[in-house]
């Protein structure tokens, strides 16, 4: 993966710069599942909160899954993409393989039966938003790299290294940063 794109669009991943020191998006890898005129809509991949599933949500049934932080909106909701298709009925394809959302009571009773494991779905509390242009302005600023999301690096981003590991894969331009220490002064 040796590309670079400049405009935002649903399925891409945003790397933040090395140096964007937003504590929401430092070192984050956001996955696009939305973009329109409106806005642009997505999950951070690689910020886990260091809770399970079932710790933050009241009657869900059993299940061993990190709840994620994927952005500072809505915080107090859950989102979930996954790669269960029709399994899952009014859930969206972003890419080929990932889907978002989808019928909850259903995904409930497919966790309760145990016909969901764990690297099938990836939850978060809140999501990552921008309005209209917000998002292309942030791309002229240089807050952001993107490249193509494709399913095997979506579900490899449940880690801290994630970051780097995607900037590593996008060739030696990108490799470079993927070194940075987080606080230049400190080196």
């Known amino acids: 993966m040796d590309f670079e794109f400049k405009n935002p669009e649903q399925g891409r991943l945003l790397i933040s710069e090395p140096f964007l020191f937003d504590p929401n998006f430092k070192r984050s890898v956001v996955l696009l599942v939305e973009h329109n005129e409106e806005g642009s809509i997505g999950f951070i991949l690689n910020k886990s909160v260091n809770l399970n599933i079932t710790d933050a949500i009241e009657d869900f049934p059993d299940f061993q899954a990190e709840l994620f932080f994927g952005g500072p909106v809505g915080q107090n909701n859950l989102f979930y993409i996954h790669t269960l298709g029709d399994r899952l009925p009014e859930s969206k394809e972003i890419i080929d393989g990932i889907f978002w959302g989808g019928d909850f009571e259903q995904l409930k009773l497919l966790i309760d039966t145990g016909q969901i494991s764990e690297g099938e779905i ?66």
């Open 122 to 187: 990836q939850f978060f509390a809140g999501y990552s938003g921008w309005g209209a242009d917000q998002l292309k302005n942030e791309m002229k600023d240089k807050s952001w790299i993107m490249t193509q999301a494709t399913s095997d690096l979506v579900r490899r981003g449940r880690n801290k290294e994630f970051w780097s590991e995607v900037l590593t894969l996008m060739g030696k331009k990108f490799a470079i940063m993927a070194n940075f220490p987080e606080d230049p002064s400190l080196n």
